[in-house]
């Protein structure tokens, strides 16, 4: 999981994501607290963008997690 912040670099950040995907993560969450989106990436595969109204899930790296991406940022103090 990664969160951004206001002030991220974001070519630095697309890099790290990118190392990431390369050397085996096999599922990031992009947390964006100034859009309230979760992006889902997974290697070899388009990002997907979450927003309030969805449901997050761990898919098969953490089978049964589920929880309203609403709620997450309802919980976050930014």
């Known amino acids: 999981m990664e969160i951004l ?7 630095h950040f697309l890099d790290k994501i990118q190392f990431y995907l390369l050397y085996g993560v096999r599922l990031l969450w992009i947390v964006d607290p100034a859009t309230r989106t979760i992006t889902i990436q997974v290697p070899n595969q388009e990002g997907r963008v979450l927003t309030t ?22 919980r976050m103090r930014v």
């Open 53 to 74: 109204s969805d449901t997050l899930d761990g898919g098969d790296v953490l089978p049964g997690l589920s929880v309203a991406v609403g709620e997450i940022f309802d």
């Open 5 to 11: 912040s206001p002030d991220q670099h974001l070519p």
